[in-house]
């Protein structure tokens, strides 16, 4: 094994254990997990009718018949996933930059820090997702194969503003920006996708949104019975980018001018 | 000619329009111990920051030599994570084998018993000794410290200096920042910041018998 290899070896499972561990400790997040998943949920079912929808897949180009209330059910469960997750992990980055600065310092590789805390939130993601489907069982119960595109999207989705909220966290100065920025994002974002109440809905602005890839991946799957994978895929390519950037921020403010 | 393992040449450094350092000079060789004191304000921090290179200076050179340790005034550490895991995350830092050197300085600062409790349950004084230890895991050449006995109490404030001597007879060079000295025999050589400079230099001669003198 060599030096680089060892090295990889031995701080990657320590940072990810820790990064895992500062990202699932959020008393709050729990909370808004186990209450507010639900009852946006159960929101949307009690204001939402089942007045069907036109829903456009952009990249097949079919209008889809959507029933209001279902695809009420997956946009909003989207939105308050992309609150928890976002606020979970800007609050957990924004917690550890001055140890993280001091562990650089210490020699720790930057890169093992910022990778760890991104397979972290890539987990968290993925477990978030996978709750918020089942959840969804309470309310809706639709084919297996939609289940499922809707709990992929619902992860994805998770991914990118988990994504978002980890370079928040090493972006900005106050926590107040942090929160502000996600809320706002997040409201804009997942509000814009859902044709409910929403005139420019199925235009084609909505694609350079993050929300566009999961919201179409998961109703495509949902009401039209296929797999967008490349909808999917974008939503990932989003999340990657969000990472990225949080890296470079990450590099530029943990930098050492000396290595000990 | 320098011959220090810690030197620094006219280092310069300025907040915006606020000059903090206006050419500062170091030479401090291996094995010794130095305090660098100043008031409130005079760049104290500042200095130690740009001798650590967590702050790069606006001119001037500066020059570490060997491995670094070094302690922030206020202490850096993670209210979710225990005592022992920090070790465990700094060992994996400073690439150490085990964590015997933390054991050893868990027993030497009395806080042996917080090993398993998180950062949030602790005391500001034993989140000192925290602090403090993540500095010295590594045994290294240079060590930085800025107030490090703050929030100690005596016993504790006497076996840090028990560990420092340790270090300097080993052949650590040990920089202390702080603003008041108690007992200024036990350091090698005294240098004090004023308006951004080094402004005085006062030796600690240490003659075979061990009662120490100043001099100028």
């Keep these: 094994m060599s030096a680089a290899e060892h090295l990889v070896a031995r701080q990657f499972p320590t940072a990810l254990q820790f990064a895992v561990r500062n990202q699932t400790r959020n ?64 609050a957990a980055t924004r917690r550890a ?51 499922a595109a809707v709990l992929a999207g619902s992860a994805v989705i998770a991914a990118e503003y988990g994504a978002l909220g980890l370079l928040l966290g090493v972006l900005v100065k106050g926590d107040l920006e942090g929160f502000f920025l996600i809320i706002m994002g997040s409201l804009v974002d997942t509000f814009l996708q859902n044709p409910v109440g929403n005139p420019i809905a199925n235009r084609p602005v909505l694609e350079y949104f993050p929300s566009f890839g999961p919201t179409q991946f998961a109703a495509g799957g949902a009401f039209g ?36 | 000619m320098a011959d220090g393992i810690i030197v620094a040449r006219q280092v310069h450094k300025a907040y915006g329009r606020h000059s903090v350092l206006r050419g500062v000079d170091l030479d401090i060789p291996a094995g010794t111990l130095v305090a660098i004191v100043g008031e409130n304000g005079a760049g ?79 005391s500001g004084g034993t989140r000192q000794k925290l602090n403090l230890t993540l500095a010295l895991l590594h045994d290294p050449d240079v060590l930085l410290l800025d107030e490090p006995y703050q929030g100690f109490d005596w016993e504790t404030y006497l076996r840090f200096w028990d560990i420092v001597e340790e270090l300097r007879r080993a052949g650590t060079a040990i920089v202390v920042i702080t603003h008041l000295i108690f007992e200024r025999e036990r350091f090698d050589t005294l240098y004090s910041l004023d308006r951004g400079r080094i402004a005085d230099e006062t030796a600690t001669v240490v003659p075979p018998d061990g009662n120490a003198y100043v001099g100028r």
């Design chain 1, 27 to 90: 008393r709050l997040a729990w909370l808004l997990l186990a209450l507010f998943v639900p009852a946006w949920d159960l929101l949307m079912v009690a204001i939402v009718s089942h007045k069907p929808l036109e829903f456009k897949l952009f990249s097949t180009g079919v209008l889809l018949q959507a029933d209001g209330r279902e695809l009420s059910l997956i946009t909003a469960g989207m939105n308050s996933l992309t609150l928890i997750v976002g606020f979970a992990v800007f």
């Design chain 1, 97 to 147: 930059l001055p140890l993280d600065r001091r562990l650089v310092f210490a020699g720790y590789r930057q890169s093992l820090l910022v990778a760890a805390k991104s397979l972290a939130t890539m987990l968290v993601a993925a477990g978030v997702g996978a709750y918020a489907a089942v959840v969804l069982l309470a309310f809706w119960r639709p084919s297996i194969g939609g289940w």
């Design chain 1, 225 to 260: 019975h296929a797999a967008l994978w490349g909808e999917l895929v974008l939503g990932l390519a989003w999340a990657a980018a969000f990472l990225v950037s949080g890296l470079i921020v990450f590099q530029r403010r943990t930098r050492v001018r000396r290595h000990p």
């Design chain 2, 44 to 122: 104290k921090s500042t200095l130690l920051q740009l001798l650590a290179g967590t702050l790069a200076a606006d001119d001037g050179s500066i020059d570490v030599r060997g491995s670094v340790g070094y302690c922030p005034q206020e202490p850096v550490l993670n209210d979710a994570l225990t005592v022992d895991q920090h070790f465990r995350y700094f060992a994996a830092a400073y690439q150490l084998r085990t964590l015997h050197r933390a054991e050893q300085l868990l027993d030497a600062l009395h806080f042996s018993d917080y090993r398993h409790r998180t950062v949030a349950e602790l």
